[in-house]
């Protein structure tokens, strides 16, 4: 019975020797665990101070655009009162161009032949005293060319032509 005795103490030794050995394993687990866990408090801490800031920002954000969006619907109100104006000035510009058109063709002609009955208003007396030319002396009749236009009727039609 003394050898069952001592068998039985060697197996209670070696399971206690066991026993110690998985208890410093998870001694060493247990301290990585603790460092570990305060490192995660601090990343836990930090990232709460992070989405302070964002939502602190995020806020700031928002009566950025807030404000923007105000002033941009009072931008457009006034840009839809102008656009009223802007629509009826261009059509009596059109209308107005249309007529100015219409008038200056029916001049053209006049223009281009003017009446010979009536002397130009402009001639003073002292040309009606100047003796008349004779025949070999007068020069020759230009060949009739197209009515010069004024700068003002060129870029009239060039302003014409670019609206149509």
């Known amino acids: 019975m003394a050898d069952a005795q001592w068998v039985l103490e060697l197996v209670l030794v070696g ?3 066991a026993t110690l050995v998985h208890a410093l394993r998870l001694e060493r687990a247990l301290g990585v665990l603790k460092r570990d866990r305060a490192a995660l408090e601090e990343l836990v801490a930090g990232f709460n101070a992070s989405t302070r800031q964002a939502e602190s920002g995020i806020e700031r954000l928002r009566e950025a655009a807030d404000g923007a ?3 941009l ?3 457009l109100e006034a840009a839809r009162g102008v ?3 802007l629509g009826f000035l261009i059509g009596r510009g059109e209308q107005l161009a249309d007529r100015l058109d219409a008038l200056v063709r029916a001049a053209r002609p006049l223009a281009a032949h003017p009446p010979a009955s009536h002397p130009p208003a402009s001639r ?3 040309e009606d005293a100047r003796p008349a030319r004779r025949p ?3 020069a020759p009749e230009p060949p009739e060319a197209p009515p010069l ?3 003002a009727e060129r870029d009239l039609m ?3 032509r670019l609206v149509r």
Request: aromatic share 0%; hydrophobic share 40%; net charge positive.
């Open 15 to 17: 399971l206690l020797a």
């Open 69 to 71: 969006g105000r002033q």
């Open 73 to 75: 619907a009072r931008q």
């Open 83 to 85: 656009d009223g104006d």
């Open 124 to 126: 003073a007396p002292a």
């Open 136 to 138: 070999a002396e007068t």
């Open 149 to 151: 236009r004024s700068q």
């Open 158 to 160: 060039k302003a014409l």
